[in-house]
Nanobody, 126 residues
Framework: QVQLVESGGGLVQAGGSLRLSCTAS????????MGWFRQAPGKEREFVAA????????RYADSVKGRFTISRDNAKNTVYLRMSSLKPEDTAVYYC???????????????????WGQGTQVTVSS
């Protein structure tokens, strides 16, 4: 079992920055892939970014490449999402997720992820 708790969401103006954190408990986080997804009202949950267990491999959605950075600190069992140059279309609930079946293969499909956090709201005003 893995429990995930997100934090760091909030309201920010367009062009601003936020850093989301996700702390894992239960199974040690250094043994699995972790990712971020988001869901805007009326839309499907979509992939944002993910990182391998070692932190050496990352993947990003095209819509956030160059603006968002995912990283992890395995000593703290925490994964981060640094979001810069935020746009109103980034407004969504952001979810942290764990794929406990992979370590170095970073997948982008939500059905590959086994555990989810409760989500944190990010609102970007224009």
């Amino acid at each position: 079992q893995v429990q995930l708790v997100e934090s760091g969401g909030g309201l920010v103006q367009a062009g601003g920055s936020l850093r989301l954190s996700c702390t894992a408990s239960g199974r040690t986080s250094s043994s699995y892939v972790m990712g971020w997804f988001r869901q805007a009202p009326g839309k499907e949950r979509e992939f944002v970014a993910a990182v391998s267990s070692s932190g050496g491999r990352t993947r990003y959605a095209d819509s956030v490449k160059g603006r968002f950075t995912i990283s992890r600190d395995n000593a703290k069992n925490t994964v981060y999402l640094r979001m810069s140059s935020l746009k109103p279309e980034d407004t969504a609930v952001y979810y942290c997720a764990a794929d406990i079946h992979h370590t170095s293969v970073v997948l982008t499909t939500r059905y590959e992820y086994d555990y989810w956090g409760q989500g944190t709201q990010v609102t970007v005003s224009s």
